[in-house]
């Protein structure tokens, strides 16, 4: 059976599933353990980096090498169109999704844990301790902002990927008005990584991910709360009533972080 290392609140793993079960490959998830997992994973794969995908012997890392991949190891359901240039838009969308909603989406996401203390305690495990939570909640997020300055997170940077992610979203939201699919008449490639994504966005209602009850169909104030953006959201989340199956089903059923045996 496939094998997927990797976060379950990562975009880039849940685009990785998606394409999964699309293509409806069984396959178990492996959550790693963030450092130590993390070490273990590269001494595998060498990559440290989630999504790692492993087939047999075969260990595959990003989630773009992944989906490739998979269209040529199981080439039912492809993901990408035999014509030229829907293939070429195909290639571009995906490319850009992942460098635009990937990052962008990343970063407003962590700037709403930042500012919102009920979001921040709301992401931690279901078994986190009481007191643990009280403390990460109570952090100021005017400190949290500083912090994050650093590392590209800090206010500044969250305040230009939400306007950022807001043309994307309209963007989106103009395209898929009048036509099923960002590129031609069936899911492509450029589909489920768009919607894989954006799951931090707004999390998907249902089963799908591995989440506390109160998130599901929540998501950052100003972008999954905007009406304006509903065509985009009511597609996604058609796509995911399609082709994404549950996070209860038994292939993916390794929700807690694991420590990674060596062979």
Do not use: H
Not at 25 to 48: A, D, F, M, W
Not at 81 to 100: H, K, T, Y
């Amino acid at each position: 059976m496939l094998e997927l290392y990797q976060f379950e609140l990562s975009q880039y793993s849940e685009k990785v599933r998606l394409i999964l079960d699309y293509k409806g490959l069984e396959y178990r998830k492996i959550e790693v353990t963030p450092g130590v997992g993390q070490v273990e994973l590269l001494q595998k794969s060498g990559s440290g980096q989630v999504p790692v995908l492993k087939d047999g012997n075969t260990y595959i890392a990003d989630s773009t090498e992944i989906a490739f991949y998979l269209d040529r190891k199981y080439p039912d359901r492809p993901l990408l169109p035999e014509d030229p240039i829907a293939r070429g838009q195909c290639l571009l969308m995906e490319e850009w999704a992942d460098e635009s909603i990937g990052i962008k989406g990343r970063k407003a996401f962590i700037g709403a844990l930042n500012q919102n203390q009920s979001f921040r305690t709301s992401v931690l495990p279901r078994e986190t301790p009481d007191l643990l939570k009280n403390l990460v909640g109570a952090i100021p997020g005017e400190l949290l902002d500083v912090l994050g300055m650093g590392v590209g997170f800090g206010g500044d940077a969250v305040k230009e990927a939400n306007k950022g992610l807001k043309q994307d979203l309209e963007a989106l939201s103009l395209i898929l008005e009048n036509q099923p699919y960002l590129v031609g008449d069936a899911p492509t490639l450029a589909d489920l990584t768009v919607a894989g994504l954006s799951i931090v966005l707004k999390f998907p209602e249902g089963s799908y991910l591995n989440i506390p009850e109160q998130l599901k169909g929540k998501g950052i104030p100003g972008l999954a709360d905007n009406t304006a953006f509903e065509p985009f959201f009511t597609w996604r989340d058609r796509l995911y009533a399609d082709y994404r199956q549950g996070s209860s089903t038994p292939k993916s059923n390794d929700s807690a972080p694991t420590t990674i045996d060596i062979e």
